[in-house]
């Protein structure tokens, strides 16, 4: 069982184990795609709590973009969540080799957003975006989109953690530099929680001045 899934993470790094192709941050798209994070704290805080989109229906956005982005780690890591979500080993290999078109009626349309938004490097066409938000309606198209961006910045960390690791083989990444790599795995190591503490700041601000009104309101 999970064969197929656990030989990801012995594969070779990328196709033909030569020049290592896959997306990966910059610092500059990196402390970018961290400010994004902190600006949309309470959007992905809201999808997480309101539970608009269930486990399994999260678990195969998860895997639609991660089949995308090449990801190992989250490809190994998303199987084994969405089979414990109550998802066949069939449909994660599926879903892993970029088949959705065995969707339900009813998750379609996100996963082939999904799928759409990771091939445009997190770039969707607008009409792409009107339609899912047709479907779904706003809210549910927003928490959509926040799994998207969650699972996007999970696959890019691991690629460029392995970007690293094939230029230490001698095959590194086109367009990028080992300062550069290093640069990403060392904010990705203390920028991350550093970002965390400022979002719990941030609520406990927001918290604090919603009190502070209330009581001058009384």
Same mark, same amino acid.
């Given at each position: 069982m999970m064969n197929a899934v656990n030989d990801v993470l012995t594969a070779p790094q990328s196709e033909g184990d030569q020049q290592f192709s896959k997306r990966i941050y910059t610092p500059r798209l990196l402390i970018a795609a961290l400010k994004d994070l902190y600006r949309n704290s309470d959007e992905m805080r809201s999808a997480?709590?309101?539970?608009?989109?269930?486990?399994?229906?999260?678990?195969r956005i998860m895997l639609a973009v991660t089949a995308v982005n090449g990801?190992?780690?989250?490809?190994?890591?998303?199987?084994?969540?969405?089979?414990?979500? =109550?998802?066949?080993? +069939? *449909?994660?290999?599926? /879903?892993?080799?970029?088949?959705?078109? =065995?969707?339900?009626? +009813? *998750?379609?349309?996100? /996963?082939?957003?999904?799928q759409h938004y990771a091939e445009r490097d997190g770039h969707p066409d607008p009409d792409a975006w009107q339609h899912l938000v047709a479907v779904y309606g706003e809210e549910v198209a927003r928490d959509v989109l926040v799994h998207i961006r969650m699972i996007t910045m999970g696959n890019l960390s691991g690629n460029?953690?392995?970007?690293?690791?094939?230029?230490?083989?001698g095959r590194p990444a086109p367009e990028s530099s080992l300062l550069g790599e290093i640069v990403?795995?060392?904010?990705?190591?203390?920028?991350t929680p550093l970002l965390a503490v400022a979002i719990v700041f941030k609520r406990l601000g927001r918290a604090l001045g919603q009190q502070a009104s209330g009581a001058q309101v009384h």
């Open positions: 997480m709590r309101e539970g608009r989109i269930s486990k399994a229906f999260s678990e990801c190992r780690y989250c490809s190994y890591a998303h199987a084994k969540m969405a089979q414990k979500s =109550g998802i066949s080993q +069939d *449909e994660v290999e599926r /879903l892993l080799g970029g088949d959705v078109a =065995g969707a339900t009626t +009813d *998750e379609a349309p996100a /996963l082939f957003f999904a460029s953690l392995d970007a690293l690791l094939s230029r230490l083989r990403v795995l060392g904010i990705l190591g203390f920028g």
